[in-house]
């Protein structure tokens, strides 16, 4: 079954490219068939509660190495998340570009390709495969924030989300590795049962996590990823990309139970992060700013809760998961409507909103009510949820994260009090805000995720059904708990409702003290200094580019030789001299005398042309003494390479002075010495490798089976073609690759506008 | 230039033309049980087409079809095998026997040694329009006939 949803996503892939060659609309309506119907099989799989569907197929069967699926609830309700959310942006999205807009193919295809990094992801059940899909979904969101090609902006905030997932993905490669040594198994369900993971695979895993879920110091990528188009947002900042560390977290999770490092470096990152994006996202003024620093203050949230790891948390952490996914995305959504229709994201601007767009309006309410933790919204069962795992913890542990989750949520209030107030505000010159027509395909999927958030909570038994599974499947203990429509009038109940009270007043005083603009813009810091950071790396690496690709041939060549020189260093004491003979034949002695000579002209000659012809004459006769030794196809290549390397060296001579330019005295003997030094290693080393001949003659052997396997006689040729065919593959492809590189290094030098 | 210069180089080139190009197939033929194969057959070409363009005669100017063509070749017969579940690059050696030539033995590595020479030519076709000099491409198309 799930070899047939990602067989489905190939499908729609390879259909939304044809597709896209005729109107990038239909290019997303075609790719958003495998992402609904993937959404479709989950639901159905979760509700019919059958036995969890796995798939496997070998990748590298000497290294163990498999790709391994399981569909367990956790996974069926991720899928339903990305997926589900994933078909919807994909019909946003066709509203959301012009008729005419170009790069028609790229963008749904590589949406689409993240779509179904993202569902490897969740369905992966072997590190490695979590791994490999972490990346893909690192390089596929780095196509897609930096998807404006032509705005700067966007391609140096998609730069820095690679830089910055992409070295976290490095990180967890290092936490995986000792995670699966301390273990010994690549399986989830055995590392989550383990308990034995060591404080090192603790922060590594943190890290990665903290780099894809934006938590602090690495959370600059994501502010500056809203350049990219709006669809792109909704889609990687509610339901994936930066869910993808907490899934991570979450499945990784039970092998850090006991782990010291894990919980406190976690819950200090996670309650610092929610702190610190509320507060950041009540100073913007741009909508989607104010949703983007609020996706990292959540994101906070869920990193202290599966910090703390604990069954209550663990069940809180999904819930939160779940009703984040729908009112972020919805919000984004119903953000990039506004954007597209009056053409401003700017709060300041967008006064009067609620007669202008009283869809919209209605939408951004009831998703940001949800956001708040208002009754009667999903938000605030998942927020009761998770006030309650606090207060069922002790000492410390408790203070910290109930400073985290509690200030978090008074602080995500007030952002969203000052949003929503802002936005119903009237507008003080009584001017009206003119917005283009309504687009159904805009609306309709921001209305669904924002309904479902109140229907979620009339249905709560439904949404029960599908978070307690999940979050007993990643701990045994959350099996007893429940979202509550109503806990009564509880501690948590009390605690919530201050909240909203504090949160709103804030949020109020702020509204009223706009205009004064008490709080400027913050400082970029953070993003100021990983792109300095970043800029360092690069200009460091042009520096030694510099200094070690000099462009000097014969600087290159001498280094070479003299590599060869240390390496053939090794093997001198092995020759033994009696060992060796000066010739089998006297005909041999002629040769290598002929050589000698030959070699000992091409340094003495003056000319170019004079050298290539020294240089053929050396391999002229070394072709000469293979044919003595028995090897007529060596000689006949030889031979050839000869041929077409004097007479290339003649046609390119053309481009060059008759004679080589002139060098000091010094700088040729060190080139002369190097030489000698290098032809001298290479003697040494064979003469060494044939004084200690090791195993049988191979010579039999590769007879017989040249003959029988490959069908010739020629045994250099089967074992070219047949035996070590892929070594020929491997050499082909070398040649391939020089030929157009030569190509392309032809046409640059041709094209106008460049000195010869 | 040089045909301008040396009729005899021009003339004698044009002549050998087709031999060096006999000798080339039979090498890749000969490969199977005698010295020979797809890269010397290659080079042997390889080394008219660059004689020919000393001599100013029509030289084949798209490497990057020869190259292609050659990959795609080999790629194909590499990866073939393994749709029928045998190993990557596994050989298919078959015997016919035809009129005039007798029994021929031959296999899916010949295919494979066509897409070294096609590669190769490419290689040194690349390196001839990359690097040659402007004199030496032919003054005009369809240069040969008009000798």
Known sequence: MIELVFAIHVVGLVGAAIAGRRSIQGALRVAAIAPAATTIWAAESLLSGREPVSASMTWVEQLDLELIFLADSFALMMTL????????????????????????????????????????????????????????TSITSFLLVGHKLSDPSAQQAAWRALMITGAGGLSLLAGLLVLTDDVGSVLLADIAGSQTASPLAAVLVLIAVGTKSAQLPFHSWLPGAMAAPTPVSAYLHSATMVKAGVVVMAVLGGAFVDSQT?????????????????????????????????????????????????????????????AHALFKSALFLVVGEIDIRTGTRNLDELAGLHRSMPVAFVVAVLAGVSMAGIPPLLGFAAKEAAVEAVLKLSGIEQVVAFIGIVGGSVLTVAYTFRMLAGLSRSPEDGRTITALAFRPAMAIPSIIVAGLGLVGFVLLGTINGI???????????????????????????MVSAAVVLVGSTIGAAIHRSETATV?????????????????????????????????????????????????????????????????ETPVQLVLGLAIAAAAAAGVQVRTRLG????????????????????????????????????????????????????????????RLGVAVMCGLGVVGALAASSAQPSGSFPAADLLRESVETGGGNNIVNVILTDMRALDTLGEVVVLAVVAVGVIALARTSRSPGRAQ | ??????????????????????????????????????????????????????????????????????????????????????????????????????????????????????VVIGLIVSLLNGLAPAEFSPESPGDETST
């Open chain 1, 611 to 670: 050298a290539a012809l020294t240089l053929g004459a050396v391999g002229v006769a070394m072709s000469g003494l293979f044919i003595l030794q028995g090897a007529p196809d060596l000689a006949l290549t030889q031979l050839l390479v000869e041929t077409i390397v004097v007479v290339g060296f003649v046609t390119g001579l053309g481009h060059l002075a008759r004679t080589f330019p002139p060098v000091t005295q010094g700088w040729l003997s060190v």
């Open chain 2, 1 to 118: 230039m040089i045909r301008s210069q040396s009729p005899i180089v021009h003339i004698s080139v044009r002549a050998a033309t087709p031999l060096a190009a006999v000798a080339g197939i039979y090498l890749f033929f000969a490969g199977h049980n005698q010295p020979g194969g797809g890269f010397a057959a290659g080079l042997v070409l390889g080394a008219v087409v660059i004689l020919r363009s000393v001599a100013g005669l029509r030289t084949p100017d798209d490497a990057t079809v020869l190259v292609a063509t050659g990959m795609a070749i080999i790629v194909a017969v590499a990866a073939a095998p393994l749709v029928w579940g045998d190993l990557l690059l596994d050989q298919k050696v078959v015997s016919l026997e035809l009129p005039l030539f007798g029994k021929i033995k031959s296999g899916s590595a010949l295919l494979f040694d066509a897409g070294v020479v096609a």
């Open chain 1, 81 to 136: 998340l990305v997926s589900g959310i994933g078909a919807l942006v994909f019909v946003y999205a066709s509203g959301y570009f012009a008729v005419d807009a170009r790069g028609s193919i790229r963008f749904p295809v590589t949406l689409l390709g993240f779509s179904v990094s993202m569902l490897g992801l969740v369905l992966a059940e072997s590190v490695w495969t979590v791994f490999i899909f972490w990346e893909f």
């Open chain 1, 467 to 493: 978070v307690t599974p999940a979050a007993t499947e990643l701990n045994a203990g959350s099996a007893v708990y429940e979202l509550l429509r109503w806990p009564g009038a509880t501690t948590a109940l």
């Open chain 1, 262 to 322: 894990w919980q406190w470096l976690g819950l200090i990152v996670g309650a610092a992060t929610t702190l610190w994006g509320g507060f950041v996202a009540l100073r913007q003024r741009d909508l989607k700013l104010i949703l983007a620093y609020g996706t990292i203050s959540q994101l906070g949230l869920l990193v202290t809760l599966l910090a703390v790891g604990t069954s209550k948390a663990v069940f809180a952490a999904l819930s939160i998961v779940v």
């Open chain 1, 519 to 583: 709080l400027g813009e913050p400082e970029p810091v953070a993003a100021r200094v990983s792109d300095a950071s970043i800029d360092g790396v690069l200009r460091l690496s042009r520096r030694v580019t510099a200094r070690v690709q000099h462009g000097s041939l014969p600087v290159y060549l001498l280094t070479m030789s003299a590599t060869v020189v240390i390496a053939a260093a090794a093997f001198l004491p092995a020759v033994s001299v009696t060992h060796l003979e000066w010739a």
